[in-house]
C-alpha cells in the first residue's frame, strides 16, 4: 500500500499561482503512474491530471474549460513527489485536490485507483 500525503493548497486570487505536492512513502507503484484528481462542492471527483513514474506518459484532463496550458504535472522519483504547478487560476479551479496512485495511467484516467492521500483545498477567489 502507498501512503499518500498532500500539500501546498491555499487561498489564492483569480490569476496567481499554487504548487500542489504529493509525497508517496510505503510500496512505490515503480511501474505504474500517479496524479490529481479534484472534487468542486457538489460535484463528483474527477481526473486533473497523471505522470507514469518514468515520466515517458503525461495526460490532463480533455473536460472543456480544462487545465491544458495552464497546468503541469510532474514528479522527482528521488523524493517520490508528484507535483502540479497550476497558473492562471480560475474560480472555477477551487476545490479539493486528491493525490492518486494507480499501477497505470490508464486505470488511474480511468478512476482505478489503488491509493488516495487525504485531500488539500484550493480556493480561488475572483
Known amino acids: 500500500q502507498v501512503q499518500l500525503v498532500e500539500s501546498g493548497g491555499g487561498l489564492v486570487q483569480a490569476g496567481g499561482s499554487l504548487r500542489l505536492s504529493c509525497a508517496a512513502s510505503?510500496?512505490?507503484?515503480?511501474?505504474?503512474?500517479m496524479g490529481w484528481f479534484r472534487q468542486a462542492p457538489g460535484k463528483e471527483r474527477g481526473f486533473v491530471a497523471s505522470?507514469?513514474?518514468?515520466?515517458?506518459?503525461?495526460?490532463?484532463?480533455d473536460y472543456a474549460g480544462s487545465v491544458k496550458g495552464r497546468f503541469t504535472i510532474s514528479r522527482n522519483n528521488a523524493k517520490n513527489t508528484v507535483y502540479l504547478q497550476m497558473n492562471s487560476l480560475k474560480p472555477e479551479d477551487t476545490a479539493v485536490y486528491y493525490c492518486?496512485?494507480?499501477?497505470?495511467?490508464?486505470?488511474?484516467?480511468?478512476?482505478?485507483?489503488?491509493?488516495w492521500g487525504q485531500g488539500t483545498q484550493v480556493t480561488v477567489s475572483s
Open positions: 492518486a496512485a494507480a499501477t497505470s495511467s490508464r486505470a488511474l484516467v480511468s478512476g482505478e485507483v489503488n491509493s
Open positions: 510505503g510500496r512505490a507503484f515503480s511501474n505504474g503512474a
Open positions: 505522470i507514469t513514474w518514468t515520466g515517458s506518459s503525461v495526460y490532463y484532463t
